[in-house]
């Protein structure tokens, strides 16, 4: 038998439980002090303790995962802890395409999918001399919004960013990317493929609620100019959203071509959950500022299935659900290698 295993953060509970449910083997690789909160839930059969998720990596860890056949869910906390070299090395089967991983890690490998696969980006400003218009500020990596700033000028990068550096939330040498803001209706687009079936679905959107950029719109204008502080992106919850039907074809477009995008530059392609991030302006055109190329933390929302999906299966379907489906229906056609890396 299969069993699916995921580090203990982000999204593990909903693919756990999906898996459990499509009567699979859960294992939950549980760091010491989240041991307390992971025992409360029945369906995770075992936890694999570690003190860092790091240790995923060793050969105890890997062997244990071995001998139960274990498929490895990767998630957003895989990626922020550990490097594409750490990522690419696990032994044990992936889910999806773990060399996809890279390319959303690295804002320059980021940017040329997202162009290869046609989706409409902000402009990238590449030296703070460029900066005209209202500009957002990010770090490498999937830091969750953490530390992001805006600015209108140069001297307000330069005042920013000292800022946040005597603070300790950036470090000085630290490579920031700048990109045009994009205002509108934020709107993260969740897709699955499946390579077995060469079907794409379209699952769900949601929007991130991130602090405390969010509380800033709570505070009179007044307030606001006095306050001296930076505010910051990072990312609390989500909430869900369904878009005007009237959308929904161009939805399906941006992510077929970023299938097809991905099949041409990082094999064997996008399969699996991704999602794509952006906002529609007033005239409903959609800008892309991101995407991930595993299941997001904004599908848990759907636990219980997303409308979307209700359309597509009669059942309660969560994304944890369907990928441990996919992981079913490969293991009866003897196809793990069409669907893991
Ligand atoms: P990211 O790490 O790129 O997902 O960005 C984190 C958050 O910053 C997003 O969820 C948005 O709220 C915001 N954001 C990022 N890029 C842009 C942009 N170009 N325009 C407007 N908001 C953005």
Request: proline share 4%; charged share 25%; net charge negative.
């Given at each position: 038998m299969t069993a699916i295993a995921t580090l203990g953060s982000h999204c593990a509970l909903?693919?756990?439980?999906?898996?459990?449910?499509?009567?699979?083997?859960?294992?939950?690789?549980?760091?010491?002090?989240?041991?307390?909160?992971?025992?409360?839930?029945?369906?995770?059969?075992?936890?694999?303790m570690v003190d860092s998720f790091k240790e995923v990596l060793d050969a105890k860890c890997q062997k244990t995962l071995e001998e139960n056949n274990a498929v490895l869910i990767p998630h957003g906390t895989l990626i922020a802890q550990m490097s594409s070299e750490e990522i690419e090395s696990i032994k044990t089967p992936v889910f999806g395409n773990k060399w996809i991983l890279r390319w959303e890690s690295d804002r320059v490998m980021k940017e040329k999918l997202m162009r290869e696969a046609n989706l409409p980006m902000p402009k990238p400003v590449t030296d703070p001399k460029d900066i005209e218009k209202l500009v957002i500020v990010k770090r490498q990596g999937a830091a969750g919004g953490k530390g992001y700033f805006m600015a209108a000028s140069e001297e307000e990068y330069n005042t920013k960013r000292n800022q946040l550096i005597s603070e300790g939330v950036l470090s000085?040498?630290?490579?920031?990317?700048?990109?045009?803001?994009?205002?509108?209706?934020?709107?993260?687009?969740?897709?699955?493929?499946?390579?077995?079936?060469?079907?794409?679905?379209?699952?769900?959107?949601?929007?991130?609620?991130?602090?405390?950029i969010e509380g800033l719109g709570r505070?009179?204008?007044?307030?606001?100019?006095?306050?001296?502080?930076?505010?910051?992106?990072?990312?609390?919850?989500?909430?869900?959203?369904?878009?005007?039907?009237s959308l929904l074809d161009e939805v399906y477009t941006m992510g077929e071509n970023f299938v097809e995008a991905a099949k041409?530059?990082?094999?064997?392609?996008?399969?699996?959950?991704?999602?794509?991030?952006?906002?529609?302006?007033?005239?409903?055109?959609?800008t892309s500022f991101e995407f991930s190329a595993r299941i997001v933390a904004g599908t848990n929302i759907y636990m219980d299935g997303s409308p979307y999906y209700?359309?597509?299966?009669?059942?309660?379907?969560?994304?944890?659900?369907?990928?441990?489906?996919?992981?079913?229906?490969?293991?009866?056609?003897n196809q793990l290698d069409k669907i893991t890396t």
């Amino acid at each position: 038998m299969t069993a699916i295993a995921t580090l203990g953060s982000h999204c593990a509970l909903q693919v756990l439980k999906g898996a459990k449910d499509e009567g699979l083997k859960t294992i939950l690789v549980c760091e010491k002090k989240r041991e307390k909160l992971y025992r409360r839930f029945p369906f995770i059969d075992e936890l694999i303790m570690v003190d860092s998720f790091k240790e995923v990596l060793d050969a105890k860890c890997q062997k244990t995962l071995e001998e139960n056949n274990a498929v490895l869910i990767p998630h957003g906390t895989l990626i922020a802890q550990m490097s594409s070299e750490e990522i690419e090395s696990i032994k044990t089967p992936v889910f999806g395409n773990k060399w996809i991983l890279r390319w959303e890690s690295d804002r320059v490998m980021k940017e040329k999918l997202m162009r290869e696969a046609n989706l409409p980006m902000p402009k990238p400003v590449t030296d703070p001399k460029d900066i005209e218009k209202l500009v957002i500020v990010k770090r490498q990596g999937a830091a969750g919004g953490k530390g992001y700033f805006m600015a209108a000028s140069e001297e307000e990068y330069n005042t920013k960013r000292n800022q946040l550096i005597s603070e300790g939330v950036l470090s000085k040498d630290e490579t920031l990317y700048i990109q045009e803001y994009a205002a509108g209706v934020l709107a993260y687009l969740q897709f699955f493929y499946s390579p077995l079936t060469n079907e794409l679905e379209f699952f769900g959107v949601d929007q991130r609620h991130e602090s405390d950029i969010e509380g800033l719109g709570r505070i009179p204008a007044e307030q606001q100019l006095k306050s001296k502080k930076v505010p910051s992106f990072n990312v609390i919850g989500n909430s869900p959203l369904v878009l005007r039907e009237s959308l929904l074809d161009e939805v399906y477009t941006m992510g077929e071509n970023f299938v097809e995008a991905a099949k041409r530059v990082v094999a064997p392609g996008m399969n699996g959950p991704f999602c794509i991030e952006g906002v529609y302006d007033e005239n409903a055109k959609f800008t892309s500022f991101e995407f991930s190329a595993r299941i997001v933390a904004g599908t848990n929302i759907y636990m219980d299935g997303s409308p979307y999906y209700s359309l597509l299966f009669n059942e309660n379907m969560s994304m944890g659900k369907r990928i441990a489906r996919e992981i079913k229906i490969a293991t009866e056609k003897n196809q793990l290698d069409k669907i893991t890396t």
